[in-house]
């Protein structure tokens, strides 16, 4: 014997249990979507990490790359113009050091920027010219064009370093 109660449970349960599985469903959906949409930010999150962690990088190794080469560039200019404290000057010595200020002023223009390689290259020829030159005049034109354009350099040279770190900042 059943009872009323009994018999509209039955009538029900088809639709609870339409109910139940619309509701499973819809929540297994939003499972789904949420976690792609949480994947995508992950990636999107991480693919712009990885783009600042690479523009840094280059920055860092271009500015490493032009400081090693500005060293030695500098260093075999401090070695030569320390000749002119020498009492006694060995020719051989002078085309050594002469050849070492050329090699490192046009290497190190390899790295630099437009404005910096023409002012090394420049300082390394003005240079030269005021050694080779035989008239006191175009020595020392020779020579006050090489401080002008070394006083250029520095300046160019921090310009630069200025530069990357700011480009760093906005990676």
């Known amino acids: 014997m059943m009872t ?14 339409l109910l139940i599985a619309a509701l499973t469903g819809l929540l ?9 949409i949480t994947g995508w930010i992950t990636a999107s999150q991480s693919s712009a990490i990885t783009k600042t962690q690479a523009c840094i990088a280059r920055l860092d190794a271009q500015e ?4 090693e080469k500005a060293d030695q560039f500098l260093s075999a200019l401090g070695n030569f113009t320390a000749q002119s404290g020498h009492l006694n000057v060995s020719l051989t010595l002078y085309d050594t050091r002469l050849d070492d ?9 390899a790295y630099a920027p437009a404005e910096l390689a023409t ?12 050694m080779i030159a035989k008239d006191d005049q175009k020595i020392k034109q020779s020579l006050d064009s090489f401080d002008a354009t070394d006083r250029k350099w520095s300046l160019s040279f921090q310009e630069f370093l200025s530069k990357i770190a700011t480009d760093r900042k906005g990676c």
């Open 64 to 67: 490493k790359d032009l400081r």
């Open 101 to 109: 200020l050329m090699r490192t002023g046009y290497a190190f223009s």
């Open 4 to 17: 009323d109660i009994d018999q509209s449970s039955k009538k029900l349960e088809p639709n609870n249990t």
């Open 28 to 36: 297994t959906l939003g499972g789904v979507m949420s976690t792609g």
């Open 119 to 130: 002012l090394s290259q420049n300082m390394v020829i003005e240079l030269k010219n005021g």
